[in-house]
């Protein structure tokens, strides 16, 4: 069965920590992902990346960074970690290009005090 | 700005009624993806259909293009309790192969 997994489902910061949310896929996919999902949102894209040590900003990367230093595992950093980073986290991975179909994570729901 | 739109936002019916769900998007596409995401969990993928398709089938999904008014519409056919959900369509357009999310239509479905 083909899986991505993420470090937690549940995690609970402080204002001004630093975050690290980790993604690991085991389908060898050249593409990862990073979204977070807001009620009334939808799914915004934070960052991509299409092959090792290669990152790409998507919508909304103010405030986040990413590292892929291996093929499998895509991470999301949150420098100093605000309130209203409070959000679900999902990461998803997809081969090649081309619009493939995206394989999700099960999500890390993030609340910042 | 969202590429694909989801309407409506809610919809509510009895089990073994079919579900008609709407995705109009803004510019040409590649393809076009729904997801289904159970309450709280991650997505998972349904069904794709291609710009040159016009309907595609999948169990008791039928998904259906028309690239001419930019809409697509899921139908779940004998809907089941265990349908209750939210979907979301997912579309590829242009240069990108990266698909933009619609905030998604959040379905019940009562036993």
């Known amino acids: 069965d083909v899986k991505v997994t993420q470090s937690s489902r549940y995690l609970v910061k402080r204002t001004g920590e630093k975050v690290f949310l980790e993604c690991v896929q085991d389908?060898?996919?050249?593409?990862m992902f990073w979204y977070r999902q807001d009620p009334g949102l939808g799914l915004r894209l934070i960052y991509f990346s299409y092959d090792v040590k290669m990152k790409e900003k998507g919508d909304i990367p103010e405030g986040y960074s990413v590292s892929r230093e291996k093929k499998e595992r895509f991470s999301l950093i949150l420098e100093s970690a605000s309130t209203n980073q409070t959000s679900m986290y999902l990461c998803?991975?997809?081969?090649?290009?081309?619009?493939?179909?995206?394989?999700f994570g099960p999500g890390t729901r993030l609340t910042v005090l | 700005s969202q590429q694909g739109e989801e309407d409506p936002q809610a919809l509510s019916i009895q089990e073994g009624e079919n579900a008609t769900m709407n995705c109009s998007y803004k510019?040409?596409?590649?393809?076009l993806q729904w997801y289904r995401q159970n309450s709280g969990r991650g997505l998972v993928h349904l069904i794709l259909i291609r710009s040159n398709e016009r309907e595609k089938h999948s169990g008791r999904l039928r998904v259906t293009l028309d690239t001419s008014k930019k809409s697509s519409s899921l139908l779940i056919t004998a809907s089941r309790a265990a349908d209750t959900a939210s979907y979301f369509c997912a579309a590829a357009s242009g240069g990108s192969y990266i698909p933009t999310f619609g905030r998604g239509t959040s379905l019940i479905v009562h036993p």
């Open positions: 510019t040409s596409i590649n393809n």
């Open positions: 998803a991975s997809s081969e090649r290009r081309g619009g493939n179909e995206q394989f």
């Open positions: 389908m060898d996919h050249e593409n």
